[in-house]
T-cell receptor
Framework: DGGITQSPKYLFRKEGQNVTLSCEQN?????MYWYRQDPGQGLRLIYY???????QKGDIAEGYSVSREKKESFPLTVTSAQKNPTAFYLC???????????????FGEGSWLTVV | EDQVTQSPEALRLQEGESSSLNCSYT??????LFWYRQDPGKGPEFLFT???AGEEKEKERLKATLTKKESFLHITAPKPEDSATYLC????????????FGKGTSLLVTP
């Protein structure tokens, strides 16, 4: 089946630890995104990538890092510098080619991160 | 600053009781307005994209409309399975087509 796969679904982090959330897509999309969702809040953009080996900071990038070594994969690392990491993390992708007008963004099923 | 505001925050309807959700926006360079449905603990599911004022799109009991300042999601004769959070988002020309989301409207439809 085509889609976006996020893993793990649930992750627990101890204070001072870095953790990495996986995101893989087989939709052949160029663009990928990471959002964070907190209860009662809208989705907020962490990082985005329009092509392989390139990515840009979103609105709340502090304490996070990403890589885009392959078109299909866009892992997110939550570092110890992120002081309030407990949240629901959503990975998304779109065709992403500039000039094609609006691009529908499709989401994965999300990953819950809890600090213990 | 680009803003997306959804109202009401929560809405409770009886089965069959039609209503509308509102999404007002202030952005420069709108490329599209998106509606998503999100069930608890799941990722958002795409519903509609609207591109220009006056455009309308329908899917089953849902109909989305767009003006220059706001969008409405009309729900006709809702069923309990329509219960979910409905998210509105705008797409602008920067941030690589990333979406700017409102906080959502939580809809509960009771039998």
């Amino acid at each position: 089946d085509g889609g976006i796969t996020q893993s793990p679904k649930y992750l627990f982090r101890k204070e001072g630890q870095n953790v990495t959330l996986s995101c893989e897509q087989n939709l052949n999309h160029d663009a990928m995104y990471w959002y964070r969702q907190d209860p009662g809040q809208g989705l907020r953009l962490i990082y985005y990538s329009q092509i392989v080996n390139d990515f840009q900071k979103g609105d709340i990038a502090e304490g996070y890092s990403v890589s885009r070594e392959k078109k299909e994969s866009f892992p997110l690392t939550v570092t110890s510098a992120q002081k309030n990491p407990t949240a629901f993390y959503l990975c998304a992708s779109s065709i992403g080619a500039p000039g094609q007008g609006s691009n529908t963004i499709y989401f994965g099923e999300g990953s819950w991160l809890t600090v213990v | 600053e680009d803003q997306v505001t959804q109202s009401p925050e929560a809405l409770r309807l009886q089965e069959g009781e039609s209503s509308s959700l509102n999404c007002s926006y202030t952005v420069s360079g709108l490329r599209g307005l998106f509606w998503y449905r999100q069930d608890p603990g799941k990722g958002p599911e795409f519903l509609f994209t609207l591109y220009s004022a006056g455009e309308e799109k329908e899917k089953e009991r849902l109909k989305a409309t767009l003006t220059k300042k706001e969008s409405f999601l009309h729900i006709t004769a809702p069923k309990p399975e329509d219960s979910a959070t409905y998210l509105c988002a705008v797409q602008v020309g920067y941030s690589g087509y990333a979406l700017n989301f409102g906080k959502g409207t939580s809809l509960l439809v009771t039998p």
